[in-house]
């Protein structure tokens, strides 16, 4: 199926905490997104990879994604190699998106910097013609390149290249964050675990969304924004295009 935008996490949940605002924002205006996780979170503190699962096509289904689908790559030990590209091409050349948006370039997980150039190779692969791939038909996929790739700002809080205003979907970002029962501060879930503790699980993280969100959209005048990087300059044809 054809998306607009194809956003992936390396961990069910990434994309709900990084750039779920800014696909609300964007099913809003009529686009159309899919998401892409590359592994189940099996090393996560909380919970288990089943639980993740269904905590993920919950949150899809909130969000209004046109599909979901895991690669299932090693939570924590994934590589960068050839076999784990193989793996993502196919996906972008079967639902052909304009803007792709992944991990953070650098960030306190290990996993999101490895596969924030895991993916944006991958987007710039799936345009090489003598790279064949199958689709879920098992016919012969045609080449495709998104327009754009951007790297939504996980939990560093690095200088972003542009912001988007979120601030007409913060409340429903925050509720799909929750959609996670088993990792965040849903203490009222039986996925809850109150004995094992992590950075994430705690009510204050809830209150640290927000304020992050509140301070990357500050400068750009807005009350909430979520912050991307790039790794290729974008251009516009018009200064109006940029305010």
Known sequence: MKVDILAIGVHPDDVELSCSGTLLSHIEKGKTVGLLDLTRGELGTRGSAEIRDQEAADAAQLLGAKFRENLG???????YSEENIRKIIPVIREC??????CNALDDR???????????????????LAKIETRGKDGQLQERWRPSAVYHYIQDYNLKPDFVVDITPFMGRKLELVKAFRSQFYVPEATEYAEELNSPIS??????????????YGRPAGFDYAEGFNVARTPGVRSLFELF
């Open 109 to 127: 997980h290990p996993d999101h910097g490895r596969a924030a150039k895991l993916t944006a190779d991958a987007c710039f692969y799936a345009g």
């Open 73 to 79: 790559m090693a939570d924590g030990f994934f590589a």
């Open 202 to 215: 705690s009510k204050s993280f809830m209150d640290f969304l927000s304020a992050k969100a509140a301070a």
């Open 96 to 101: 052909r998106p304009e803007i792709v948006l």
